[in-house]
């Protein structure tokens, strides 16, 4: 899907992964996220088709309207298969 996305840019395709990979260490790390179960929330992916370098390419988590703090006690992976009650996304 990134690749049809992108059109084929190979610059694009790769600055894309690694904001994802930059993504999932920065939310892998936050004690916020951790704390939080998350559902329906996105991933904004934006570039400019004409900038051949992939300089451009950005992703953001964004609709986080489903969030919601855990009961003190419980941190989430989100890693983790889901389970009823276990708050894993």
Same mark, same amino acid.
């Given at each position: 899907a990134l690749a049809f996305f992108v059109g084929?840019?190979?610059?694009a395709h790769d600055a894309f992964a690694a904001a994802? @990979? =930059?993504l999932h260490a920065s939310l892998r790390a936050?004690?916020?996220?951790?704390a939080r179960e998350v559902v329906?929330?996105?991933l904004l992916f934006v570039y400019d088709e004409a900038d051949c370098?992939?300089?451009s @390419? =950005?992703?953001r988590m964004i609709d986080f309207a489903k969030t919601q703090?855990?009961?003190?006690?419980?941190t989430l992976t989100h890693d983790a298969r889901w389970e009823a009650g276990n708050h894993e996304d």
């Open positions: 084929g840019n190979a610059a994802l @990979a =930059r936050s004690s916020w996220f951790a329906s929330s996105s370098t992939g300089g @390419a =950005r992703v703090h855990l009961p003190d006690g419980p």
